[in-house]
């Protein structure tokens, strides 16, 4: 498998540490608010990977934390803690906060087919790992203490940007006016391990440590988490771009000065869900969440495809017309499996098998997974039994998690009930020989049609001309002639 490494900006062969087990660590959400479907976008494409990797047969342990402290409403140590701007706004503790919009995401992560992670781990759960972390990094020096907090000393490492070709002077001009310089910092990419002093005085969780009663910085919680969970190496990191910089970049100053040596071998960035108007906000404009999809009327598992349709690494716009076409070919496809026959003839190895490789090849380029979404099409096109086209099918499922299958049995099982709702309209023939086959064809159409699934009807009304016969629709009941 091929994947692109944001380390080495190039596409590389996946090769994992160690042979029994691939160590991926993902990045958690901040859980001040509900997570918008751009934070999911990340999500979903985190999930298609552990997945992929788990079909492409390795053992996977992954890992991801749950921000609940630390994380400052600025990705560069300015601002107040977001988990205390939440509380606030809702009139709640930052506790109630926490657990509550925890439980929205994985609810979030659930109506996605998202799977959890082995390990979910909250931040201010590890609280002694990361004095450990940062007492041995003021031992070596790479660490030091002004006005009250414990920074990392950028100074001290060869090369500190590791992402990009940013330079200080770039950083600079980057600086937005109005944020004011930290004066405590010696070099301006320093970053906060250990805050004491805060101009946020009611910071609400706090905790004792060598150097004061305080709380951590956002990045060391990432460092920490997967050292505890997955040991001194990692395979694979990822998270959304706008992570790279600082969080990421932070993440790999300390934790190599902490190990000593290299940490995590690949790193993988989703790019951002973007809409018409620019970035995605939880603030401004419309506040795009899982359940306003479902209000309008969309099921969660349609904004997975329009997902899987673009790769991650390039920019999605998000608009309604988007989603719309998305809806549409998930709704199609679920008809078109629907109208397989289970029971129809005898799964053709051969024929699984290079459907396969399709599917395989296009994720083992850097998880191309709308060439993976074209491979179920092409399983459905495939001249080949029913049964077969299933099995694809059900195989393709377990790492796109469109549930396909269970839509299919669940849309063919109302179609049949439908069919016996409306078979008190007997179908008559006419000038030619009664068939049960067409006969039932003709009984799903009037079915499809009653649960106004005109897409479908139509698409039986083809398989029927295809057949050489035409249905017309009296008062009586369909009449089926040769066409
Ligand atoms: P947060 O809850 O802000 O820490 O973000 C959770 C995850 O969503 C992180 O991996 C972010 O990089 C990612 N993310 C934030 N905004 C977007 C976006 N518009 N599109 C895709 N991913 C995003
Ligand atoms: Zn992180």
Same mark, same amino acid.
């Given at each position: 498998m091929k994947i692109y490494n944001s380390l080495t900006r190039t596409k590389e062969e996946f090769v994992p540490n160690h042979p029994d087990i691939v160590k991926m660590y993902t990045c958690g959400p901040t859980v001040y608010h509900f997570a918008h479907i751009g934070n999911l976008r990340s999500y979903i494409m985190e999930d298609i990977l552990e997945k992929y990797l788990r079909y492409a047969g390795y053992n996977v342990k992954r890992v991801m934390n749950i921000t609940d402290v630390g994380h400052l409403t600025s990705d560069a140590d300015e601002g107040e803690d977001k988990m205390l701007k939440g509380a606030r706004r809702e009139h709640k503790t930052v506790m109630e906060i926490a657990k509550f919009y925890t439980d929205a995401f994985f609810a979030d992560c659930e109506k996605l087919n998202i799977k959890r992670p082995d390990v979910v781990e909250p931040a201010t759960h590890c609280i002694d790992d990361y004095i450990r972390i940062i007492t041995k990094l003021l031992d070596t020096g790479y660490a030091y203490q002004a006005g009250g907090n414990v920074y990392f000393d950028t100074s001290k490492l060869e090369k500190y940007f590791v992402f990009n070709d940013f330079s200080e002077e770039d950083l600079a001009v980057g600086v937005r006016e109005g944020? +004011? %310089? !930290? %004066? =405590? $910092?010696?070099? $301006? =990419?320093d970053f906060v391990l250990?805050?004491? $002093?805060? $101009?946020? +005085? *009611?910071? @609400?969780l706090k905790w004792d440590s060598p150097w004061g009663v305080g709380y951590p910085g956002w990045h060391i919680e990432c460092s920490a988490i997967s050292m505890r969970h997955l040991g001194g190496d990692l395979d694979i990191h990822c998270g959304g /771009? !706008? =992570? @790279?910089?600082?969080h990421h970049t932070n993440e790999i100053a300390q934790s190599e000065a902490y190990l000593g040596h290299k940490w995590c071998n690949y790193w993988m960035h989703v790019r951002h869900l973007n809409t018409a108007g620019g970035k995605m906000s939880k603030s401004k404009g419309e506040f795009l969440t899982v359940s306003l999809l479902e209000e309008k009327g969309y099921d969660p598992l349609a904004y997975r495809l329009f997902c899987l349709q673009s790769h991650y690494r390039r920019n999605l716009v998000f608009s309604w017309e988007n989603l719309d076409n998305a809806q549409g070919a998930y709704n199609k496809l679920i008809a078109k499996i629907a @109208?397989? *026959?289970?029971?129809?003839? %005898? /799964?053709d190895e051969s024929v699984l098998s290079a459907l396969d490789e399709k599917f395989r090849a296009a994720l083992d380029n850097d998880l191309n997974t709308s060439l993976a979404v074209t491979a179920v099409y092409d399983a459905l096109k495939a001249d080949t039994s029913d049964r077969t086209k299933l099995a694809a099918v059900a195989r393709f499922d377990t790492v796109l998690g469109l549930d396909l299958i269970a839509r299919a049995d669940k849309r063919r099982e109302e179609l049949k009930k439908q069919a016996a709702e409306v078979k008190t309209q007997a179908v008559a023939f006419e000038g030619c020989e009664p068939d049960p086959e067409i006969e039932k064809l003709v009984e799903e159409r009037a079915a499809a049609k009653k649960a106004k699934n005109f897409a479908e009807a139509d698409r039986i009304r083809g398989e029927l001309t295809a057949r050489g016969y035409a249905v017309i629709d009296t008062a009586n009941g369909p009449v089926v002639k040769r066409a």
């Open positions: 944020v +004011e %310089e !930290d %004066e =405590n $910092k010696r070099n $301006k =990419n250990w805050f004491t $002093k805060s $101009k946020f +005085e *009611d910071q @609400a /771009i !706008d =992570n @790279a910089f600082p @109208a397989l *026959d289970p029971n129809q003839g %005898e /799964i």
